[in-house]
């Protein structure tokens, strides 16, 4: 994917990329710090059809709703050709009993014979999380395993504290 950097002299950044549909998206970043979401019209790829003014928390949510969106396709796509392996997306609710203890303490593997692969926790991905990774409310957990395993998971991070 080539993502274009256009100078806008006096205003700031302009980073798009052009879509398979022939639109273009993209954010603009001014030397204010303020940070705009883009899309070009439908038949016109020159002309503006939208601007979003996004605050940095949400322009960091966005980039987090993108950046998990792409990990989740990643794994799932690398999945495809393994008959039997599902990728399972569990939220730490309040209440749980492993809201504030670490991976190591569910037993996961051990437990359900699935692996957790991520947490998507606010704004960040922790890809490969260590087992002294302590789990929050919130946070999403990224399992692989069979369709068993994932099930038993589900009934151990959302077991009541």
């Known amino acids: 994917m080539n993502i274009e950097e256009t100078p806008l002299p006096g205003i700031g950044v302009r980073r798009e990329l052009q879509l398979t549909t022939g639109r273009r998206v993209g954010v603009v970043t001014h030397r204010d710090g303020r940070t705009e979401l883009i899309l070009s019209r439908a038949d016109d790829p020159d002309a503006c059809a939208a601007s979003i003014p996004l605050t940095a928390d949400e322009a960091a949510g966005l980039g987090q709703l993108l950046g998990s969106a792409q990990l989740i396709a990643q794994l799932s796509a690398e999945q495809e050709n393994v008959s039997g392996i599902s990728t399972h997306q569990i939220l730490i609710r309040k209440g749980s009993a492993f809201a504030g203890r670490t991976l190591g303490e569910t037993q996961m593997r051990t437990r359900s014979g699935t692996s ?40 151990i991070l959302q077991s009541r504290a």
């Open 116 to 155: 957790i692969v991520a947490l998507l926790r606010d704004d960040d991905v922790i890809a490969s999380p260590r087992p002294d990774e302590t789990l929050h409310v919130g946070d999403l957990v990224v399992i692989v395993g069979t369709d068993a395993g994932l099930a038993e998971a589900a009934l």
